[in-house]
């Protein structure tokens, strides 16, 4: 019989065909290496970045109650663009160099946060759908074949079920209230709903990754039918809240056992992606005064540190 | 009314979490670091959960339709009992921790002599607080020494916070007729006695962060009194918007 | 004047000295209940220990996850070389006699 050796990345591929996780400082193909960064770094990013458009409701929270339930939320966030980066560490970025790429502009991060929250609802409306979206994408991830990928999203996964609560219970209030609360839900759900469709990304036809993501479990189902799996679990959400989803194509097909929905605004969808979204400028240029105003804040850490240090090696000399 | 004394003490208490716990929220997304925003965000969530057991308590005293939101939202300017220092602006990292630390030390002070308040009530919000603000005098006390210790910017940059913030600190001791009353009846602490206490624990921690208190100081009272500085105004229209825009409403 | 001359140029030292010095990376083990051992949670920046236990309290035990935190490091651990994993872990798993299910024991022994 021919003893057939399998090459580095086959045996590679089997390991992860047969459920094993990768870790730290197995050998891995660099392209899975380079695709890891990118795809921990993007999910840290926008976990950072995300913290802005709810973190600009916390000082003008209508209660006590909402006011710390929303503190805690963004709170979680940047626990999650941490717990992310680390991940994205242990691949060999460091973490100046995630900063930079995302102040930078170069690094990309989900384009929802491109967009504005202008009125209370829309923390609701965040909440109920951009986290009710990232869910679904989260759960799927728990069981990616990178280790520490995984075991973030684990940890992820078991705070981002309040927020998503959180933000549908805003909704619910609001529409049990008056007119004009419930205007302002409805008006919140107009702004994002389409917004958040776009959040599972371009359709199947023009996403070339998808093949190798799902080989190495970044990815079990397409974009085409995550989407149809965020439609069809909103839509009774929706109508338990008495809102009309603004899309007139929206409509439940007994044939599929699915909703049939419009055509997404691909235009938008690409003006917002490459940058030219209302917030984009905002949202960097916050991100990097935050950076660049927090360095002399960092430097005396260190500074303070390795002053310690000294102290200490001279006291056991 | 010894009832209506209660409640004004309570608004004096909860105030200043309050206020400072609204200017640590304005920073989250904008720390220095991840891990630096996480910790404000704490305290900040720390604080603001006081503010809800003070003002429960205070609703419940008030009666009526009163409610924690309508106590904490819905007063003038001139009836809010916060002092200076926690309007203080977040001008940079620098105020932040040097404002932080000086009404830790006095928070941390008052919460231990409210353990043994004649108030049942102000005994168990006390008790649950101090563990907070243990930690928070810790963060903010190492974090001085940090940036007083750091490099010669840092320490620029914390003298500048401590010179510029030292002129609101000794409001904090100054009693108002109801912290007076507080003092007489047991219920608070008596704030003339806890001065000292709070100059050597300051200057201790300044002194090792090789920072110095200002030579001469012209301390600045009538915060507590409703004569606020002009940030409160700015600090209020954001922080009662949504109650003053949609009035009687459920959230 | 020679004195802001001389702060200037300490100033200019220190900036050149801490360019680009990031924070090092902690491993953190958070113990969640005693009598458990100490787990590996993840890693963060601080800039000292007493910085990356606050941290680690303020990151990894939000929601009371935690009575004990350890922080170390991330270069003070050896990890072994994956690459060495035949060697070291596969001889232990053809030495079944060493897991107690290998041995039968009649029903009436309880508690073994």
């Known amino acids: 019989m021919e003893n057939k050796t399998l090459s580095l990345e086959e045996q590679f591929q089997n390991r992860i065909d047969s459920g094993e996780n990768i870790e730290a400082k197995d050998w891995m193909p660099e392209k899975y290496r380079k695709t890891h960064i990118r795809q921990i770094s993007q999910h840290a990013h926008s976990e950072v970045v995300g913290m802005l458009p709810e973190g600009n409701w916390i000082s003008r929270a209508p209660s006590l109650r909402r006011k710390v339930a929303l503190l805690a939320k963004v709170q979680d966030e940047a626990g999650h663009g941490l717990y992310l980066y680390s991940a994205a560490e242990t691949l060999g970025i460091s973490r100046e160099e995630l900063n930079e790429q995302l102040n930078s502009g170069r690094a990309k991060y989900s384009s929802i946060f491109n967009y504005p929250t202008i009125s209370w609802a829309d923390m609701g409306a965040v909440g109920w759908l951009v986290d009710g979206a990232a869910i679904i994408n989260q759960v799927m991830l728990t069981k990616t074949s990178y280790g520490p990928y995984a075991r973030a999203m684990v940890r992820i996964c078991k705070e981002e079920s309040f927020h998503q609560r959180q933000g549908y219970e805003i909704m619910l209030s609001l529409c049990n209230g008056t007119e004009a609360q419930k205007a302002m839900a409805q008006d919140a759900l107009n702004r994002w709903w389409w917004p958040s469709m776009m959040m599972f990304g371009p359709r199947d036809e023009d996403s070339p990754n998808t093949e190798q993501s799902m080989k190495w479990k970044i990815k079990k189902k397409t974009n085409d039918e995550l989407r149809q799996q965020f439609v069809d679990q909103t839509v009774p959400q929706a109508e338990i809240l008495g809102l009309t989803i603004p899309d007139k194509d929206l409509k439940w097909n007994e044939e599929r056992g699915h909703y049939d929905f419009g055509t997404i605004d691909w235009d938008e969808f690409w003006d917002v992606v490459k940058g030219n979204g209302l917030m984009n400028e905002k949202r960097l240029k916050d991100r990097n005064e935050a950076w660049d105003e927090g360095k002399w804040v960092r430097d005396a850490a260190s500074a303070y540190a390795d002053k310690q240090a000294e102290k200490r090696a001279k006291k056991t000399a | 009314m010894l009832h209506e004394k209660l409640y004004d003490y309570l608004l004096h208490l909860g105030d200043n979490s309050m ?162 009353w507080a003092a007489e009846s047991r219920v608070g602490p008596d704030l003339d006695q806890l001065k000292s206490v709070y100059l050597e624990r300051v200057s201790s921690i300044l002194k090792e962060a090789t920072l110095s208190l200002p030579e001469e100081t012209v301390f600045q009272y009538g915060a507590k009194t409703g004569r606020h500085s002009e940030n409160m105004g700015y600090i209020l229209a954001e922080f009662q918007y949504m109650q003053r825009a949609y009035p009687n409403m459920k959230w | 004047m020679p004195i802001n001359r001389q702060k200037k140029e300490q100033r200019k030292q220190h900036k050149s000295n801490n360019m680009n010095k990031e924070w090092p990376i902690w491993e953190i083990f958070i113990r969640s209940k005693n009598g458990l051992e100490h787990r590996h949670c993840g890693s963060l920046h601080a800039a000292d220990e007493d910085m990356a236990i606050q941290n680690a309290r303020d990151v990894y035990t939000r929601r009371q996850e935690g009575v004990s935190i350890w922080v170390v490091e991330s270069k003070h651990i050896t990890a072994s070389n994956p690459e060495k994993n035949g060697e070291m872990f596969e001889p232990a798993a053809d030495k079944v006699y060493r897991h107690p299910t290998f041995y039968e024991l009649p029903d009436e022994i309880k508690h073994m």
């Open chain 2, 19 to 180: 206020i400072l716990g609204q200017r640590l929220g304005e920073l989250c997304g904008h720390g220095p670091e991840l891990e630096t925003d996480i910790a404000l965000t704490n305290i900040s969530l720390d604080l603001f959960g006081q503010v809800r057991n003070y003002f429960q308590a205070a609703a419940q005293i008030k009666g009526g339709d009163a409610t924690e939101d309508s106590v904490a939202m819905l007063r003038y300017e001139h009836e809010y009992k916060n002092t200076y220092l926690v309007e203080q602006p977040n001008e940079d990292f620098a105020h932040v921790i040097v404002r932080q630390f000086f009404f830790d030390v006095y928070h941390q002070l008052i919460l231990n002599e409210l353990m043994n308040s004649k108030n049942e009530t102000l005994v168990a919000i006390a008790k649950k607080s101090i563990k907070e603000v243990d930690y928070h005098v810790d963060f903010s006390s190492t974090w001085v020494k940090r940036l007083g210790d750091g490099t010669e910017e840092s320490h620029e940059k914390a003298q500048t916070a401590v010179s510029t913030l030292w002129r609101y600190s000794m409001e904090l001791f100054k009693a108002t007729e109801t912290e007076s």
